[in-house]
């Protein structure tokens, strides 16, 4: 390549300049490839289609090859504009975690925290947390996003959360940091009918055979019982899937399977449903904790909500205790 003076220039020069001239085009790449299509593309970004169409011809002239094609009523990128789109998403992320940065810097009292936790934990730990925290910064918003522990380490990964409660903890992940929070103890839910409806403790070796009904893989809890289950000898017996801890309890308490499951908070509740909780022996645990991308630089509300929650001074309410080290 060859610059306008008709110097040529090295690969590693024309890439660099290359880059730059598509530079201001990365919001256009980024939204024809959220949306397959040029006149949707510029409704996004609020410009006219034909500008949309001559700036994404431009392009492929700059980089010398086509960048869409026909497909139906829309467009489909190529390799190369796959290439270049999601480039670009990565780039915009980037760069609005930049301003968000450098806004928050400036005024850290107007900061927003998105955070990311398990469903069960939005009964007492996150109100508990936040509440707290907003005693001494109540001009910082949130924005609350729950799912299953796969969904909020992903959504972490790709930028969208700051924050994520999970459990277990994500201790192999090179990419992520974290820090313990708080223990909660794992019980057996069964119906009063139950043979073991009357014991004091339960070993989990004693339910095999036993249909469990548990939560969908990609959750915390279920990995926890299936690791369980696998230590005491047994593949498990799963009657039932489910989403939500509540959904479980309802079908342990219809008769229709066995369950691992956190403590109740609400005992007088949980005997009106019908479900008897057993302590394992010996007990069990599972410890909820933070986490974050090890390298990114979190904005200061984040920084300062991260330190509060591992700060260990806040009553996260009944069925918790203090991490263990």
Do not use: K, N
């Not at 869409?68 to 009523?73: C, D, L």
């Not at 994520?164 to 909660?184: H, T, W």
């Not at 893989?217 to 509540?246: H, K, M, N, S, W």
């Amino acid at each position: 390549m060859v610059d306008e003076s008709g110097e040529r220039l090295s690969a590693a020069e024309s890439d660099e300049r290359l880059a730059a001239r598509l530079a201001p085009a990365l919001a256009l790449l980024a939204a024809v490839g959220e949306t397959g299509h040029v006149t949707r593309a510029a409704e996004l970004l609020g410009i006219p289609q034909p500008t949309a169409s001559r700036r994404l011809a431009a392009l492929a002239d700059l980089v010398g090859a086509p960048l869409v094609v026909p497909a139906g009523r829309g467009i489909r990128l190529t390799r190369a504009g796959r290439t270049l789109a999601a480039a670009s998403t990565r780039a915009l992320t980037a760069m609005a975690a930049a301003a968000r940065e450098v806004r928050e810097e400036i005024d850290p009292a107007s900061g927003r925290v998105v955070l990311g936790f398990l469903h069960l934990l939005g009964r007492t730990l996150v109100p508990s947390l936040i509440g707290g925290f907003r005693e001494h910064h109540p001009d910082i918003r949130f924005s609350l996003v729950q799912g299953s522990r796969h969904d909020m380490i992903e959504e972490l990964r790709a930028g969208r959360i700051d924050l994520v409660f999970v459990a277990p903890m994500p201790v192999d992940a090179q990419d992520l940091a974290g820090a313990r929070l708080a223990d909660q103890e794992l019980v057996l839910s069964v119906p009063p009918s139950h043979r073991l409806a009357a014991r004091a403790r339960v070993r989990v070796a004693e339910l095999a055979g036993e249909e469990l009904v548990t939560l969908e893989p990609g959750y915390g809890l279920r990995q926890i019982t299936d690791d369980l289950c696998a230590a005491a000898g047994f593949v498990p017996r799963i009657a039932f899937e489910g989403q939500e801890t509540e959904t479980v309890r309802g079908l342990v308490a219809a008769g229709l399977g066995v369950a691992v499951l956190p403590r109740s908070t609400h005992p007088t509740a949980d005997a009106t449903a019908g479900v008897v909780e057993i302590p394992l022996s010996p007990s069990l645990y599972r410890t909820i904790g933070v986490s974050w991308l090890r390298d990114a630089r979190l904005p200061p509300a984040v920084r300062a909500f991260r330190d509060h929650a591992r700060a260990g001074t806040t009553d996260l309410g009944p069925g918790f205790r203090p991490a263990t080290p």
